[in-house]
T-cell receptor, first 115, second 115 residues
Framework: AQKVTQAQTEISVVEKEDVTLDCVYE???????LFWYKQPPSGELVFLIR??????QNEISGRYSWNFQKSTSSFNFTITASQVVDSAVYFC????????????FGKGTKLTVNP | GAGVSQSPRYKVAKRGQDVALRCDPI?????LFWYQQALGQGPEFLTY????????KSGLPSDRFFAERPEGSVSTLKIQRTQQEDSAVYLC?????????????FGEGSRLTVL
């Protein structure tokens, strides 16, 4: 079965703090994709990153970085020097093999960055 | 249009009413997905279209849910005899290709409240 677990329901930090959002996934597939999406109050899901299961290199994009570890089935997301505009719900997702390439989402982590 | 457009943004229905939710994907996008997002939860897959063909409807919760994309562009999600448990945000997403490449773009969703 495909499953994504985001154990942190809510996180609150003060601006400029670093924060890590955890994501653990389950799949029997050897080839899969992992994603992170941001959902601001407007409701639209904003794509942040897609990672192929064969590529375990960590990635950095500005203040965002991702740590993919197949050994622990984790794909954690770190925001460095958080800002108020980072406040949103963040979702980790796993792409299921098969014709539809549908996504299985975790329940999300609500991040609040306080000034 | 520039992004995925959904209408109505908000819909209040009395239990037992039929509702129709519309999705205008990005022009030329082949793949179209519908997801259901209950309050405080991650999106859950409902159905997938490749052009006008509905290739996966495994996520539709009951036969009261019906989706179509007759001309391979605009899609409509119809819910018959609405129930309170249908209250959720319905998200539409589109992708340029039918393969796993390419970013998935989400609309802002249609929030359905069933009284």
């Amino acid at each position: 079965a495909q499953k994504v677990t985001q154990a942190q329901t809510e996180i609150s930090v003060v601006e400029k703090e670093d924060v890590t959002l955890d994501c653990v996934y389950e799949t029997r597939d050897t080839t899969y994709y992992l994603f992170w999406y941001k959902q601001p109050p407007s409701g639209e899901l904003v794509f942040l990153i897609r990672r192929n299961s064969f590529d375990e290199q960590n990635e950095i994009s500005g203040r965002y970085s991702w740590n993919f570890q197949k050994s622990t089935s984790s794909f954690n997301f770190t925001i460095t020097a958080s800002q108020v505009v980072d406040s949103a719900v963040y979702f980790c997702a796993l792409e299921v093999r098969g014709g539809s390439e549908k996504l299985v989402f975790g329940k999300g982590t609500k991040l609040t960055v306080n000034p | 249009g520039a992004g995925v457009s959904q209408s109505p943004r908000y819909k209040v229905a009395k239990r037992g009413q039929d509702v129709a939710l519309r999705c205008d994907p990005i022009s030329g996008h082949v793949s179209l997905f519908w997801y259901q997002q209950a309050l405080g939860q991650g999106p859950e897959f409902l159905t997938y279209f490749q052009n006008e063909a509905q290739l996966d409807k495994s996520g539709l919760p009951s036969d009261r849910f019906f989706a179509e994309r007759p001309e391979g562009s605009v899609s409509t999600l119809k819910i018959q005899r609405t129930q309170q448990e249908d209250s959720a945000v319905y998200l539409c997403a589109s992708r340029k290709t039918s393969g796993r490449t390419g970013e998935l773009f989400f609309g802002e969703g249609s929030r359905l409240t069933v009284l």
